[in-house]
């Protein structure tokens, strides 16, 4: 087809600039930092850090009594991130802006409350080349929180004029991290640099159309940063899923003009600490949701493009965790498809079979998140010998009501798994909030007169969330899994104001303890 010929040329582009992963941020010590060429200088952390910037050599002495007077008057807020930008009419600036970061956080929020540090640059830092960053993080363990939210107040994805959606150069925000007024030490830098990099890709690709970004420039994308950073990648598509038994995965994405994939990436270093561990990422990648034939509303429908924000969340960690050099045995899954409408979608009363073997009634072709999900966790469990499984999606709309847009949900089946994921959420910022774990009480929702199970709950009254969950570990394990398993609803926490959070890479990465 013509069409497809010509998206192939508009592609191009697009998916040499991803494998790029182009980073609006470099990360650098003091020696870096200079005001030459810039207009404007920005400068967040607590009240207290701030005022350790003032004596650590990086404001230009001419600046220091504005910088005082503003420091002054700034009082933090508890939700938003309080800040005063001020006109400079010496010396080589034009505009200081400084963010004040509230220290105000309660038992259940991440205490360096590094989400006012991402809304902060999206406020105040723009991507022209013409703004250097000051992050003073208050504490050496609020660093890694700052440098990872950063760069989440940038966005990538933009179509505007001749952009097209990538940047041939792109001009970076000279970013300088101190704590106590100390620059953090190379290693950290590096470390800040590489993970940018994959949590600006993350958001990109959540942000970006889906006539753009399909199930084949996706593929495309993780075969291209494979080539490029020496990872395992196989891209299992079309006919091969059902040969596989891959029938949940195959079927959501069978109306699309690009159908579904199975992405599977590893990462297999030749010394490790625990020859015994190997870790998996499952990751919805659902492209664009329609609802399928059970079809959402117009309102309900717009924004959907983003319904693959945890595989992208998957990707970006698993990136940054290879380049990084973890030494733990590691697998990413990207579940791939478009939930699209036509004579060959699926429809209500249809019963698939999943790898695991049990089989599924569809009573809601919108709640097709899990179908590519238990797939992708039976492939895991099946191929890979999982001891840590993690999944990771845009599932429900109910997560917003179980713990809010500020906290993803997670479910997990041991007390351990659920333990270092909520110390990673407070470390990382990307905040995570327990659901009830018990499928004696919940699976029954799903019971079904024709098949195994249906697909969607019959009481959306009782704990829907955890539900969602318990579908994906009961159908893709089938009883068989003994290790650990943790399931994470981040449909709320991976968007804020219409854009990505890159939710999931900083809290992955830090659950492997990087």
Same mark, same amino acid.
């Not at 200088?41 to 005082?68: D, M, Q, R």
């Not at 270093?269 to 990422?281: F, H, L, Q, S």
């Not at 380049?323 to 979608?345: F, P, Q, S, T, W």
């Not at 966790?377 to 997560?399: I, N, R």
């Given at each position: ?115 006012? =540090? ?316 327990? =659901? ?51 399931? =994470? ?26």
């Amino acid at each position: 087809m013509a069409g497809r010929e010509g998206h192939s040329e508009m592609w191009k582009g697009f998916i040499a600039d991803c494998i790029k992963m182009p980073s609006s941020m470099s990360f650098g010590g003091k020696e870096q930092f200079s005001l030459e060429g810039k207009k404007k200088l920005c400068v967040v952390g607590t009240k207290a850090s701030l005022e350790a910037v003032a004596t650590s050599g990086l404001i230009p002495e001419p600046l220091i009594p504005a910088y005082n007077a503003m420091l002054a008057r700034i009082t933090p807020a508890p939700l938003n991130c309080a800040s005063l930008t001020q006109n400079i009419f010496e010396g080589p600036l034009e505009e200081l802006a400084i963010g004040c970061v509230t220290t105000e956080a309660s038992r259940h929020t991440s205490p360096h409350r590094a989400d006012q =540090v991402r809304d902060f640059v999206r406020k105040n830092v723009p991507m022209n080349g013409t703004t250097a960053l000051i992050l003073a993080a208050p504490t050496p363990e609020a660093t890694f929180a700052y440098a990872t939210n950063a760069p989440k107040g940038h966005f990538l994805a933009k179509f505007k004029g001749a952009a097209d959606g990538f940047h041939e150069s792109l001009a970076q925000v000279p970013v300088t991290v101190i704590t106590a007024g100390e620059a953090i030490a190379d290693a950290q830098r590096d470390q800040a640099n590489i993970i940018a990099e994959s949590i600006q890709l993350a958001g990109r690709l959540v942000d970006t159309p889906a006539n753009y970004l399909n199930t084949k420039t996706y593929a495309e994308i993780a075969e291209g940063l494979a080539k490029k950073h020496g990872f395992g990648c196989e891209v299992i598509r079309g006919e091969e899923l059902q040969k596989l038994g891959l029938n949940a995965l195959f079927g959501v994405g069978r109306a699309a003009e690009y159908g579904s994939a199975l992405v599977v990436l590893t990462h297999d270093p030749a010394e490790v600490d625990n020859k015994d561990e190997v870790v998996c990422w499952a990751g919805k990648g659902i492209i664009f949701d329609t609802g399928g034939l059970n079809v959402k509303s117009r309102p309900g429908m717009c924004g959907m493009k983003d319904d693959m924000g945890g595989s992208a969340g998957v990707l970006g960690a698993f990136i940054a965790a290879h380049r990084l050099g973890v030494r733990k045995k590691l697998h990413a899954l990207l579940a791939l498809a478009d939930n699209a409408i036509n004579e060959n979608a699926q429809r209500p009363d249809d019963i698939v079979r999943c790898l695991s073997g049990k089989t599924i009634e569809l009573n809601n072709t919108d709640a097709e998140g899990r179908l590519v999900l238990c797939d992708a966790v039976a492939y895991a469990h099946k191929y890979l010998k999982p001891t840590c499984l993690v999944d990771m999606a845009t599932l429900t709309g109910a997560q917003g009501v179980a713990t809010g847009k500020h906290f993803a949900s997670i479910c997990a089946n041991t007390d351990s798994i659920e333990e270092q994921a909520l110390v990673a959420a407070k470390a990382s910022g990307d905040q995570c909030f327990p =659901v009830v774990f018990a499928p004696e009480y919940l699976l029954s929702e799903f019971s079904s007169e024709w098949a195994d199970m249906k697909n969607s709950v019959a009481n959306r009254s009782n704990a829907q969330v955890s539900c969602a969950g318990l579908f994906i570990y009961d159908v893709g394990f089938a009883g068989e899994y003994k290790g650990d398993w943790l399931h =994470v609803d981040m449909a709320y926490p991976a968007i804020v104001d219409g854009k990505s959070t890159a939710f999931g890479v900083a809290l992955l990465l830090k659950m492997l303890q990087v």
